[in-house]
């Protein structure tokens, strides 16, 4: 997939302005931002430019972040020592059928970590996909965790 928005300026992932620079690309880009912000694109462009002084609004971030463009929540989870998973709590889902999820993504990861580390030292390789299961077990816990919560208001 073709990106929306590419920058001819490098900028180092950890800064804010990178983190502009995914969210307005996880929009369709700038003149995609500019539109949807009501705001012509030079000005968009120079948002993302780590050269100006130019910085997007908490609320313009607000406007653009969404479940398909999470940019921005990623990198405020990441700043407040925490990260952002996005959960899918299926309407159909029940409290027996997530709980049964869980259980057996929990018993995946904890299993893929057990051989992973057998021989006392874990690889890059081995982290980056033990990662993704426990990244799928929070998921599917914090779905279980909205499940539960939407049952108490209900009560």
């Known amino acids: 997939m073709k990106k929306a928005f ?3 300026v490098p900028c180092p992932p950890e800064e804010p302005k990178a983190a502009v620079r995914r969210l307005f690309d996880q929009n369709g880009g700038i003149d995609r931002v500019a539109i949807k912000l009501g705001l012509q694109p030079p000005y968009v462009y120079s948002i993302a430019h780590p050269g100006t002084k130019d910085e997007l609004t908490f609320a313009r971030a607000a406007a653009l972040t969404s479940s398909e463009a999470p940019a921005a929540a990623e ?8 990260v952002f998973l996005p959960i899918d709590c299926a309407a159909d889902s029940d409290v027996r059928s997530l709980t049964a999820d869980v259980a057996r993504e929990h018993g995946e990861a904890i299993s893929g970590l057990i051989v992973a580390i057998a021989d006392n030292r874990i690889t890059s390789a081995e982290a ?6 426990v990244d799928d077990c929070l998921r599917t816990l914090c779905g279980l965790r909205a499940l539960l ?7």
């Open 75 to 82: 990198y405020l989870a990441l700043l407040a020592g925490g």
């Open 6 to 8: 590419a920058p001819v």
């Open 149 to 155: 919560l939407k049952a108490i208001e209900k009560t």
């Open 128 to 133: 980056r996909s033990a990662l993704v299961e």
